[in-house]
């Protein structure tokens, strides 16, 4: 099936980091908006500065989040790294529970439609093992994506307790 992608779709892009597709994306809308979910406050800052410098204010949105399948605190740790902080477009972040981690809000996307934000028609998902938790943090508001592009990382799957099939399975 080929993908299309419509000037005024709403696209979440979940994982954003410094906002190499949310700056894309934003720039080819036309009525449509990014919403870029990015819980990592450095790389949140400089995805908001990317955005700024790539395309119309109006066409994009950054929420400073994790997705998960609950809300509440979390805890944000870089791979490999669990000794300090998260470094600025590592990218590889997880959620964990040490205290050298840097503390971040999980929210559930169905939660954030709720607070105002525009429901996805087309759901980007890059969150280093945690798909099947954004997945169903999404509730209900999955049944309006047309589209979902999912970066699967089976080795961080396994750290969250779940498999690329489960996922699978869960998205099908």
């Known amino acids: 099936p080929q993908f ?31 919403v870029a979910v990015e819980p990592e406050l450095r790389n949140a800052a400089r995805l908001q500065a990317n955005l700024r410098a790539n395309a119309p204010t109006e066409r994009w949105v950054t929420v400073p989040v994790a997705l998960a399948a609950e809300s509440g605190p979390g805890h944000l740790a870089s791979e490999g790294d669990d000794a300090g902080p998260p470094t600025v477009g590592t990218g590889h972040h997880r959620l964990g529970r040490s205290e050298e ?11 954030l439609v709720a607070e105002g934000y525009p429901a996805p028609d087309v759901l980007k998902i890059d969150v280093q093992g945690a798909e099947l938790r954004v997945l169903r943090g999404m509730g209900e508001t999955l049944d309006g994506v047309r589209t979902v592009f999912l970066e699967l990382h089976p080795d961080g799957c396994r750290r969250y307790g779940t498999s ?9």
């Open 4 to 34: 299309r992608f419509d000037g005024d779709d709403v696209v979440w892009d979940v994982g954003a980091n410094v906002g190499l597709y949310a700056c894309f994306l934003a720039s080819v809308l036309t009525t449509g908006r990014v």
């Open 164 to 172: 690329p099939a489960a996922v699978e399975e869960f998205a099908t």
């Open 101 to 111: 981690s840097l503390p971040v809000r999980r929210e559930r996307g169905e939660t």
